[in-house]
């Protein structure tokens, strides 16, 4: 099964990424590698995601928003390669979750992220992974995530 396959069998479609920056690339290839930008939850019509883990939002939803964002950046690394079968693995994901002072579970929102990749492109899912705390993001995001890939 294909990880587009997958992904609507989840029930999950990807829309088509763009940079909000005409000097700033979704993402960028170089040799066998692909860098994405960071990425924040979207919002939804139901949900704007605003405010830190462990103040606005527990740990579940934290882990939820690291989902929404492992989803934008599987759109991002699909608009640059087009088929997300070229991905051969997902090297190195960094997640930097907005947290206030003494906040620890930084890992355990970063769950949401790793598991969802590993969901959809099964063993090629399984990747190094960094979860740190900070005290602010853009928009006031709970969560952004960058991920390397390596790629046919």
């Known amino acids: 099964m294909t990880p587009e396959e997958r992904l609507k ?13 005409p000097a700033m690339a979704v993402g960028v ?42 989803i934008q950046q599987l759109a991002m690394a699909k608009t640059v390669l087009g088929d997300l079968s070229r991905i051969r693995r997902v090297v190195k994901a960094l997640g930097m979750v907005n947290s206030p002072p003494g906040f620890s579970d930084h890992p355990r929102v970063m769950h949401g992220y790793s598991e969802l990749m590993h969901e959809v492109l099964g063993e090629r899912g399984v990747h190094a992974r960094s979860a740190v705390g900070m005290q602010g993001l853009p928009s006031n995001a709970p969560i952004e995530v960058e991920t390397i890939f390596e790629i046919d």
């Open 29 to 70: 290839i170089t040799g066998n590698l692909l860098y994405l930008s960071g990425t924040t939850p979207p919002d939804r019509p139901d949900k704007q995601w605003r405010g830190r883990v462990g103040e606005t939002y527990t740990v579940e939803e934290g882990y939820q928003a690291a989902r929404e964002c492992a």
């Open 9 to 21: 069998e989840m029930g999950i479609e990807l829309q088509e990424a763009t940079s909000f920056h």
